[in-house]
């Protein structure tokens, strides 16, 4: 818990995995006086009032913004120039403007244009998630030891990106700061390109004809059961992030495919040692990210047998 609160009020637009989370760290650390939220539907305002983890669900994002000093969309990438819109003539002078779209380029590109100039506009991106969403779907733990990426614009003022860090860094994240040209190249490797793999994959096994799809969920644990965690994720939000950040997952893409044909090709030529090489290479990978942290080295990706017999 923080000795004196970070900010007095936190509104929170949109509460579903990431805007929960960042409401329940965010009270447990004692990060902030106050917890604003609201979202787009009754229904999940409702939810989030039973829920008891803010200090007030309020129906519009313009009453949720007024009076806040921090004000993150936690909405999809898509929505975010719209609820930008809409919460402008709401903003108190020196509020600090924040989002966690996943994609940064088109996230400033729309929400920039309409904030008046006395407030700051710092946007975010917490590299870490899960496949589920909705208001019950967050955890207070989930950004423990993630990055969180800050993209703030050239001239942003240096005091309002601290005091984000600051908030992040008290629920947990570390932070780092890049250009939004940089984070898109950077997550469409490690992020939207296994997605859009992903969701290829378990589709592609879905529209097979010999073998069938009680047979492909029988025998998952082959591999496919992994991309399937994937490819569960939200629809709305990883449209929008193939939508939004076009240019460079086709770039990587391009890259991708040339690496799949030298694969294809070693193949057909039966060619062991170009295969046994790469997939070494690939394994130093895998243990280069459990040595930073970022991964458990328990087998199987974590989950014993007993936990899946308990779901
Ligand atoms: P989520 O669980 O689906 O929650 C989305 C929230 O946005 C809900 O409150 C929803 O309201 C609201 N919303 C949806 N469409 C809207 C619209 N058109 N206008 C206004 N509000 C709208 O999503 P999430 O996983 O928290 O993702 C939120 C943001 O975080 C996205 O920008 C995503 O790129 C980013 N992000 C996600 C992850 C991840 O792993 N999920 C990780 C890092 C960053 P209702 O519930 O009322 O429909």
Redesign the pocket.
């Given at each position: 818990m923080t000795a004196e609160p970070l900010f007095g009020r936190l509104a929170l637009?949109?509460?579903?995995?990431?805007?929960?989370s960042i409401a329940r760290a965010a009270r447990m650390r004692g990060v902030v006086g106050e917890i604003v939220a609201t979202?787009?539907?009754a229904?999940?305002?409702a939810r989030v009032m039973e829920l008891g983890i803010v200090d007030r669900v309020v129906d519009t994002n313009a009453e949720a913004t007024d009076g806040a000093d921090l004000v993150i969309l936690?909405?999809?990438?898509?929505?975010?120039g719209?609820?930008a819109q809409q919460i402008a003539p709401h903003l108190k002078r020196g509020a600090i403007v924040s989002?966690?779209?996943?994609?940064k380029g088109a996230v400033v590109r729309d929400i920039a244009p309409h904030l008046p100039a006395e407030v700051h506009f710092v946007p975010a991106?917490?590299?870490?998630?899960?496949?589920?969403?909705?208001?019950d779907?967050?955890f207070a733990e989930l950004f423990i030891n993630r990055w969180c990426i800050l993209t703030p614009p050239d001239g942003t003022d240096a005091a309002a990106v601290d005091r984000l860090r600051a908030f992040w860094t008290a629920i947990g994240a570390r932070v780092e700061i890049m250009t939004p040209k940089h984070h898109d190249l950077v997550l469409a490797i490690t992020s939207h390109l296994p997605h859009l793999i992903a969701y290829t994959i378990v589709g592609t096994a879905d529209e097979l004809g010999e073998v069938t799809s009680s047979e492909v969920m029988k025998f998952s644990a082959g591999g496919f059961r992994d991309f399937t965690r994937i490819a569960a994720?939200?629809p709305?939000?990883w449209r929008?992030?193939f939508l939004t950040n076009k240019d460079a997952v086709l770039e990587m893409l391009g890259t991708f495919n040339e690496d799949l044909s030298k694969l294809t090709r070693a193949m057909r030529r039966g060619d062991g040692e170009a295969l046994f090489e790469h997939f070494t290479r690939t394994r130093a990978i895998r243990r280069g990210i459990v040595e930073i942290g970022q991964d458990s080295a328990a087998p199987d990706f974590g989950r014993l047998q007993t936990d899946v017999q308990k779901t």
């Open positions: 637009i949109g509460f579903g995995l990431i805007g929960g979202a787009r539907s229904k999940t305002r936690c909405v999809p990438v898509g929505a975010c719209s609820v989002d966690v779209g996943s994609v991106h917490p590299v870490a998630g899960t496949e589920h969403s909705g208001p779907s967050g994720s939200d709305t939000m929008d992030v």
